[in-house]
């Protein structure tokens, strides 16, 4: 128990290092340090910065996911597609921090660091790994609702804006009107 909570810890301290500074801020000394380990402490953990950038990943996926089943109430065998789609479009829109942010634009970066976001994905939207051109029209429209929602926090990212609740509920209600 108390390893998990030291490993979580430092997914923290690279969260915080990350939000502070940037991607280029994260080095395994300024982790270990925010985190209040030794730096030996944290290669029990993280061999490598990869390692923890790894963990980092798989850790905000299964935020994530934990969020699409709040959303949607269910698990995803259970959901029907447009309660994923729904549920997919209520958590991507739910503001992350920023060193969130920072870490998810860099998981295009690396397949490892991508894994654990595309488990989750396929295992809510089996799907989409049919090519687009055979897909039902629900199963389009729904597409185009998850596409929207990650156009929609990509472009929140850029520009820096925020979401309150009520923009928040109008951009999504949008988002699905069609579904």
């Not at 595309?118 to 597409?143: A, H, N």
Request: some cysteine; overall charge negative; glycine content about 8%.
């Amino acid at each position: 128990m108390a390893r998990k909570n030291a490993r979580n810890g430092l997914i923290q301290a690279a969260l915080e290092v990350v939000e502070e500074g940037g991607m280029g801020a994260l080095s395994l000394d300024t982790v270990a340090q925010k985190a209040g380990v030794t730096k030996r402490g944290l290669l029990y953990h993280f061999p490598t910065k990869h390692a923890l950038i790894t963990g980092v990943h798989q850790q905000l996926a299964a935020h994530f996911e934990q969020a699409l089943e709040q959303a949607t109430g269910h698990t995803p065998q259970q959901a029907t597609l447009r309660e994923r789609t729904k549920g997919y479009v209520e958590a991507a829109l739910n503001a992350p921090s920023v060193g969130e942010k920072r870490f998810l634009i860099e998981a295009s970066q690396e397949p490892e660091w991508l894994e654990p976001w595309m488990q989750v994905y396929l295992r809510w939207f089996p799907e989409d790994q049919t090519p687009i051109g055979e897909l039902s029209k629900e199963e389009l429209l729904c597409l185009v609702a998850r596409m929207s929602a990650d156009g929609a926090w990509g472009y929140l990212y850029a520009t820096g804006s925020a979401l309150d609740d009520a923009n928040r509920k109008r951009l999504s209600s949008t988002i699905l009107q069609n579904l």
